[in-house]
Structure formats: C-alpha cells, structure tokens
C-alpha cells in the first residue's frame, strides 16, 4: 500500500514459524533508486532472501542484491515468487540466475531454492523452514549479556513522540532507561515498542524496536551501543559531532573552491539549488543521491540541505536566500512555512 506500488521504507517484521521460533525479516526496497538501502540490508542480516518474480525474471536490482549479499558474506535463499500467474516461467529464472553465477541445488548448485506465491500463499512455510535449516547449519548465535548493540534501520521525527528510530537489535539487551549513543547522537530509552506497535520493557537480540528518547535525528545505518552512564554517552557522541563539523567544514571550502573555477570556465552553467524534506532519513539519502545523479551539461543540480520532518521556516528562509526550491517527499509544510513561502515566493514541490 505505498506510494508508486513499491517499498520505501525499510520495515521490519517478525514471524512465528510452525515449531515456535521466530524469524525477523527486514524488508528493503527493490527499486534501483534504493541502493544504499538495499546494501544496509545485507548489512544487517544473517540470511538473504532474494526475491525474483517468475514472470519478470533477474532485473538489474536482482544483480544487484546479489552482490550485495556476496559484499556482505551472507547465505543465499531464493524465492521464485508469482508461480501463480499464466505467464510464469520458473526455469528461465533459475537459467538467469545461473548466469549470474548463483546456482540453485536443482541445477547442481550450493543455493536453496523454493517456488512460492505470496497471492495464494503457496510455498511460504517451506521458505521459513528453510531459513530455520540455513540458520541452523551457519549456527547462527548472539549474546545476551552486556549492553545493547543494534543497527538503525529507519529514523523519522514524529508529532507527540518526537524522534522514533526502528532499530534491530543484534546483541545484548536494551531497555527502557539506557543510556546509548549512536552516531553522532545519543540518548536515553524513553519508550520502546515492538513491530506490532505495543509497549515493550526490553528488547534482547534480533529484536526490531522502535526506540524513542534520541537527542536528534540519527542517519539509517548507524550503529546504536548502549551504555552505562549519561557521561559516556555524552563524551562519544559530542566527539563524532565535532568530527563530522570539521569534515564538513574542508568538504564545503573545497567544494566552494572548485565551484569558482567551474563556474568561471563554464561561464554557461546553471545552477539548481535543492533543499529536500522527507519523513524518515532512508528517503532523504535517496532522494540526495538520485537528484545529484540528474544534472546535465546545462544544470549542475545542487542539493544543499536534507533532512527529515515537516517543512519548517528555516526550510523556507534557507531556500529564499540561496535562491532554491524545496522538494517535499511524505511531508507537508508547517502553516508558518507556507505563509512564509508565499511572501518570499518560494517553490514548494510535494510528492510521495
């Protein structure tokens, strides 16, 4: 049910199987746009699942995840899913694949493969007892003792619960009143919230949470480490920040240089100024990475700010003085903004 028919966000989901275990599955997007996402995923993951549909067959995103999941060193599973349709053709899907160097145990090869239809639900237990199997076979362990470790798989401001973070846990235990950091933020546990939504007092190894207590927003992707005391916290998190001023500060002196003598020899070009505005920091790095990729020889398109939450006044009073548009993506504007934008006659573009 999201927007253009795909998945945007990352989510992820828990599972009982049939013998009372649990399987979690984080579920990235397939369109090429969400590379980074699709890497984070294979990240975090001990098994892969890759998803070809039978009537479609390997498209680039499927080459991709390949080797995202090579890159990461993870298992392979794969699911000929829509075997539903008139039109299917499992064995053109597994010859594909097998070009792609990834050879099914039918076809002599090392990777489990399983046909399923998620319309009738055909197949989908043998997938799961799969995952078990493979799990089983990598003996696949995490430790319960110590403090939290996760990895930040969505981050987005929210009204009357401020910044919420989906996090998967990976080791330790993490409840409610830790301390951590993470990135170049940190916080204390102020609630947690399972994948259905309900209040949970702790959360232990691969477990996806949605944590609420950050100081900001953290990036997708960062690494969250509980800790013992406030100071600590504090200490690695103002350090990271610090870094990460200091990084930006050479990036835009050297960008501001060479942009001098780009201009001054392409005395042609144009420039578009963007700020982007999303609902979780996932998009926001897409959208960054996709526009930057759409100049032309003409128009150099420059994105100088993004990040996640309603468009504010300073969204507005940034893009009216650098001469830019903002690009709404799952946000509205605020009423002040709006009424702001107007006076100053700035362009806001909304989409979803």
């Not at 401001?157 to 910044?163: A, D, P, Q, S, T």
Request: glycine share 10%; aromatic share 4%.
């Amino acid at each position: 049910g999201e927007a253009g028919g795909i998945t945007q966000h990352i989510g992820a989901s828990r599972i009982e199987a049939s013998d009372g275990r649990t399987v979690v599955f984080v579920d990235t997007p397939g369109h090429e746009a969400f590379t980074q996402m699709r890497a984070r995923g294979a990240q975090v993951t001990d098994i892969v699942v890759l998803v070809v549909a039978a009537d479609d067959g390997v498209m680039p995103q499927t080459k991709e995840a390949i080797n995202h999941a090579r890159a990461g060193n993870v298992p392979l599973i794969v699911a000929v899913n829509k075997i539903d349709k008139a039109n299917a053709n499992p064995d053109r899907v597994l010859q594909q694949l097998a070009e792609q160097e990834v050879l099914v145990e039918s076809w002599g090869g090392e990777v489990p493969m399983v046909k399923v239809s998620a319309k009738t639900g055909e197949g989908i237990s043998d997938v799961l007892d799969m995952i078990l199997l493979v799990s089983e076979m990598k003996e696949l362990t995490a430790s319960e003792q110590g403090p939290a470790r996760g990895v930040v798989l969505e981050a987005r401001k929210e009204k009357g619960r401020g910044i919420v973070a989906t996090v998967l846990v990976q080791q330790g235990n993490l409840s409610v009143g830790d301390y951590f950091f993470c990135g170049s933020t940190w916080g204390r546990v102020r609630a947690l919230a399972d994948d259905s939504g309900g209040r949970i007092k702790t959360a232990g190894p691969s477990s996806p949470v949605e944590v609420m207590g950050f100081e900001a927003v953290p990036a997708a992707g960062d690494i969250l480490q509980g800790t013992e005391d406030e100071a600590k916290a504090v200490e690695v998190s103002s350090f990271r920040s610090q870094k990460e001023k200091e990084e930006g500060l050479l990036a835009t002196r050297k960008v501001s240089l060479e942009n001098l003598f780009d201009s001054i020899a392409e005395s042609e070009t144009k420039e578009l100024n963007v700020v982007i505005k999303a609902d979780v920091q996932g998009s926001v790095e897409v959208l960054r990475e996709t526009l930057g990729t759409l100049g032309t020889e003409k128009v150099t398109i420059n994105v100088l700010h993004g990040s996640v939450g309603a468009i504010t006044t300073n969204d507005v009073m940034l893009a009216s003085a650098s001469n830019a548009i903002i690009i709404g993506f799952a946000v509205r504007p605020e009423r002040t903004a709006r009424e702001l934008a107007e006076a100053e006659q700035v362009d806001i573009r909304l989409y979803t």
